[in-house]
């Protein structure tokens, strides 16, 4: 298994782009979410999915939009970057939308917008 | 609101050394709470979930223990090695599904 996956690694945008984060999970997981990282402020949740077809807002989601059309893919959309968008970007998943399951992360999307 | 603090923000300690990190909560009242490893660069990778019903968790040279009276867990690596430098956080249930709230992390630097 790759577990979790995503792309780019890292990516500069100017302000006012448009881009889409990509995660996939090959672990038939039901459970996947979207975090950013920012220094001093812990991880913060943006968007999250309990299945298929199934979305809904975290903490943070103003700027972002997520689509679930697939159990193994989450993309995260930026529509139109502002520098408040830089940040770390890591994707997660577990196997149930259940709590108390240990959560499996990507290696992560290093953003900057200038 | 639910507050999430991992007192000290880094840790140096010696080689063979038993190293805590402390995570303390405040107006919530958790089902259970996670810890999780985080090297440089790289994602979070779980290390240990305590329910409120377990006061201890073990596992290898890791302990974690969990008093919900004082709304507090405490981390502890035994013999710590230079490869448990890491940031170290602790995780809480968030508002539905499997969502999680995270401390902003304790930096351990273990020296040889």
């Known amino acids: 298994n790759a577990g979790v996956t995503q792309t780019p690694k890292f990516q500069v945008l100017k302000t006012g782009q448009s881009m889409t984060l990509q995660c996939a999970q090959d672990?038939?997981?039901?459970?996947m979410s979207w975090y950013r990282q920012d220094p001093g402020m812990g991880l913060r949740l943006i968007h999250y999915s309990v299945g298929a077809g199934i979305t809904d807002q975290g903490e943070v989601p103003n700027g972002y939009n997520v689509s679930r059309s697939t159990t193994e893919d989450f993309p995260l959309r930026l529509l139109s970057a502002a520098p408040s968008q830089t940040s770390v970007y890591f994707c997660?998943?577990?196997?149930?939308?259940?709590?108390?399951?240990?959560?499996?992360f990507g290696p992560g999307t290093r953003l900057t917008v200038t | 609101s639910q507050k999430i603090e991992q007192n000290s923000e880094a840790l140096n300690i010696q080689e063979g050394k038993t190293a805590t990190l402390t995570c303390n909560y405040t107006?919530?009242?958790?089902?259970?709470l996670q810890w999780y490893r985080q090297d440089p660069g790289r994602g979070p990778v779980f290390l240990l979930l305590?329910?409120?019903?377990?006061k201890e968790k073990r596992k290898e040279r890791l302990k974690v223990t969990f008093d919900t009276t004082l709304k507090q867990s405490l981390f502890h690596i035994t013999a710590s090695q230079p490869a448990d430098s890491a940031t170290y956080l602790c995780?809480?249930?968030?508002?539905?599904?499997?969502?999680?709230?995270f401390g902003t992390g304790t930096r351990l630097t273990v020296i040889p």
């Open positions: 995780a809480l249930p968030g508002d539905g599904a499997n969502n999680l709230f």
């Open positions: 672990m038939n997981h039901e459970y």
């Open positions: 305590i329910r409120e019903n377990e």
């Open positions: 107006n919530y009242s958790p089902a259970y």
């Open positions: 997660a998943s577990s196997y149930s939308r259940g709590q108390g399951y240990e959560q499996y």
